[in-house]
């Protein structure tokens, strides 16, 4: 067709087509841009060209004028040509957006290329040219731009990143009516941008949520579902609130698709910890999932500008402030997170904005050893804390860290920090507000080991914390350690293992650049994709089997993100290639036998839980405790003693004292929980949330003193006779355990050729279960207490360590992991919601009906000025019957020969076809008839019950009663 499209005296081909449309007005005409600047106007009816445009610079695109009259076209050499149809000669005016206006009437110098122009009209005022490129070749270095031109007024946008395409949003889907456009569609690279064209300055709409593909990657999250009804409200508050100046007041302006039936009325929030040290939460109800409010925890630090001015110590080279665990109180709102770098942040919810002078922080010494008695360097084992003292709490350092520069006299570091917290007046916003900072300090020149377990209590006001170690327990009220243990001093005598002691070290020597280490922090380089560009690797908790006096290349203990650190990690956290061997494969036994201890060299915690309940056989009543679980399989009570609530409650101390009593499973621990003797969970005890940045009135503060904060559950109104099961879940098993007997009643073997990765009490259908994943991609759920199987599914083979790091339950059969750095992927083990998930999803496409058409008036709809339409079916082809047009050429089979049998056998099978398509056809038609006859007969005898009704009613009545 192109040799008919340019004209005669042209022989060349004119390129490529890069613009193809239809005049707005009359549909039988159609505009064909070539590359090399030839525009023609085809007549689809006469099937010849009316009109040639032609131009010296390439083409890039071409836009219409809503009139048909006019057209635009974007040139390679950053101009723009405005055509008169049927003055194909010359343009009837050329632009140069960016160019410089030279004297003298010479041609401006030339630009970059204008990759795509539209062209929008209003009714009460100038036309939009909206356009991409453009730019002059002297603003190196400048980012993309888009430019809008309205009127006189030019706006150049800056973008971020290059644009790909940009579509313009107008109010009307008819071309060839007054477009009013509203916004303008920005199609980045890495990034999705909506220009408001309706207020000045064309500021840009903030996005629901990010929709880069290089957000920060997510390290952890939790799952909380039927949460507080007012919890998704306040921090969507507090969220919208945090919105930058310089956005469009308006509504996101693209709305699509519908939400399916929502049948699930309890609200669901997931927290995601990032790499970036920020947590977002999300409100997940249902199937939504929108943003609700995003903290940052790494504003407390202080960044380090260059290479020389890093933290203080080496441990961590990259994503420093990455989130590795999550602790929240729903109920209460406290929210206790701890990061990469060994430090913890407990943050308390507010609505007031704050400024916080002195930062408070605390620095804990968290190590032990095992030395000989006879070395006379070796340290002093520190005694069991007695019930009236407890360890030396750190002094809180609200300047700069005087301790930081304490070092060895051979040059080792000592009671230093990972980070350096600022030392400077720090706002804010509403949200969460910084209550308290821990960080765990280098002692003798060994790095702080990465936290392994956290939990928060609002009710008692501490924090516990523990690592490969110890256990820290702090008093974030009085801001005051309370505990600081290595984790065979919480056994006392009662010690069931034997370890090997250590040998001494009396100096610590570098020898050629070279550290005894034995350090935690290890990490896996299969964590995030391939595709980020620095290899970042999960920040995974395990244990280190490294022999005492193994020289350790410095490098290898920097920075728990380092690929080149391999080390052997002791399940569950080891992954082996293969998953489904048997435990004789394992790197040791998981049994918690004596012989199997004999090669352990640290035992972390693995599991931490507040609780009111009995301590010891003896107990007849329950009372706070912490219940603390390790990677040996063993569970020991810590017995908490709190002095009464209101101002008593800051000036007396908490005391701390282990209860003596040890419970052992096969396998790390991994879960706790309490059931009352109904089999209702007995939920840890809470304080309410209240704002605590407004002052109190005297009878609130009357209440607050006697206000002691209990658990909710049923167990709070029992009798002191009445019992309580332990549900503890282990790698291998689950016990339930009868207190305060301590009598195991119930006990279940989970696997026995893998191992649990993640075990939850949840609440499912007004019942409590045990939801467990283990390794081999299996799940399963176990009543409670009895521990009865009740589901054993396949569902997932474990493939990377970011699934094992991320896996969670939650009430009411939910459950989600982390498919890559930025998805996350729910599902549910709840026939209730399997039977309703297809009416919980959405729509993509809302059917919206079609706006009415212009009105042509009547002058246009006499003289023939509107629009035309133009029926193609009728010009392209013989859609009565199915045939192609007669003007193309058509094979015709013979009558003989194989292409006779194949052309017969062919009509026949097209004939069939049809006759099937008809009586599918007829059978449709039928079917309506018969449902529009049947609500035709339901209408009748629905109006003839109503007649009856009336006529019954005024059967009786005489005329004038009516």
Known sequence: MWNKAIELSSKSHPGPIV??????????????????????????????????????????????????????????????????VKSPTKPFQTITPHGK?????????????????????????????????????????????????HGKSTAVLEMDYSIVDFLTLCETPYPNDFQEPYAVVVLLEKDLVLIDLAQNGYPIFENP?????????????????????????????????????????????????????????????????????????????????QVLYKLKTAKVFEK?????????????????????????????????????????????????????????????????????????????????????????PQSIVPQSHPSTSSSSSD????????????????????????????????????????????????????????????IAMVDYLQKTVLLNLGTIELYGSNDPYRREPRSPRKTRQPSGGMLTVASCMCGLSNLYSESVKKLRTSYITGLCDINEGTMVPEDRCKSPTSAKMSRKLSLPTELKPDLDVKDNSFSRSRSSSVTSIDKETREAISALHFCETFTRKSDTSPSPCLWVGTTLGTVLVIVLNLPPGGEQRLLQPVIVSPSGTILRLKGAILRMAFLDTTGSLVPPAHEPWREHNVAEDKDEKDKSKKRRPVSVSPSSSQEISENQYAVICSEKQAKVISLPSQNCIYKQNITETSFVLRGDIVSLSNSICLACFCANGHIMTFSLPSLRPLLDVYYLPLTNMRIARTFCFTNNGQALYLVSPTEI????????????????????????????????????????????????????GESASGKASRSLAQHIPGPGGIEGVKGAASGVVGELARARLALDERGQKLGELEEKTAAMLYSADSFSKHAHEMMLKYKDKKWYQF
């Open 101 to 149: 206006q030279l004297k003298d009437g010479k041609k401006p110098e030339p630009c970059k290329p204008i990759l795509k122009v539209e062209y929008k009209t209003t009714r009460a005022g100038e036309p939009f040219i909206i356009l991409s490129g453009g730019l002059s070749y002297d603003t190196v270095g400048r980012r993309p731009c888009l430019t809008v031109m």
């Open 304 to 392: 380090s500008r260059n290479k020389d001015d890093r933290p203080n110590t080496d441990i961590v080279d990259e994503d420093p402030y990455a989130i590795q665990i999550i602790s929240w109180c729903p109920e209460s709102r406290m929210l206790c997170i701890a990061g990469v770098s060994a430090h913890v942040i407990i943050y308390r919810f507010s609505k007031q904005e704050v400024t916080a002078e002195v930062i408070p922080m605390l620095e804990v010494r968290l190590l032990y050893e095992i030395n000989d008695v006879e070395s006379p360097d070796g340290e002093q084992v520190p005694p069991l804390p007695t019930p009236g003292t407890g360890s030396n």
């Open 209 to 289: 949520y990010p929709l880069t593909i290089h957000e920060s990657p997510v390290t952890c999250c939790e799952y909380f579902a039927d949460c507080p009804v007012d919890l998704i409200p306040a921090l969507y508050s507090v969220g919208a609130r945090q919105k930058r100046q310089g956005y469009s007041k308006k509504e996101w302006p693209i709305s699509g698709g519908n939400w399916g039936l929502i049948t699930q009325s309890y609200p669901e929030i997931i927290i995601t910890g990032h790499a970036d040290g920020s947590i977002k939460f999300w409100d997940a109800s249902a199937i939504t999932l």
């Open 19 to 84: 613009h193809i449309s239809d005049n707005p007005m009359d549909e039988g005409k159609l505009l064909i841009g070539f590359e090399s600047g030839t525009v023609v106007l085809w007549d689809l009816k006469s099937k010849k060209a009316d009109y040639r445009y032609t131009h010296d610079e390439a083409i890039h695109s071409v836009a219409w004028h809503h009139e048909g009259k006019q057209f635009i076209c974007s040139h390679s050499d950053g101009t723009l040509t405005i055509w008169n």
């Open 825 to 876: 992927q729910r599902l549910t083990y709840s026939q209730e919601t399997c039977e309703n998930l297809q009416e919980m999803l959405g729509e993509l496409f809302t059917p919206v009906e079609t706006p009415e058409a212009p009105n042509r008036g009547f002058f246009k709809g006499l003289f023939g000025g509107g629009a035309q339409s133009l029926d193609r079916e009728e010009l392209f």
């Open 411 to 470: 040059g080792l570091r000592d009671n230093v920090p990972c980070l350096k917290v600022k030392n400077s007046p720090l706002k804010q916003s509403p949200g969460y507000q910084i209550e308290l900072v821990i960080q765990l300090v280098w002692v003798s020149g060994e790095p702080p080991q990465q936290i392994t377990s956290l939990a928060v209590n609002s009710a008692y006001g501490l924090v516990v914390f523990g690592n490969c170690n110890g």
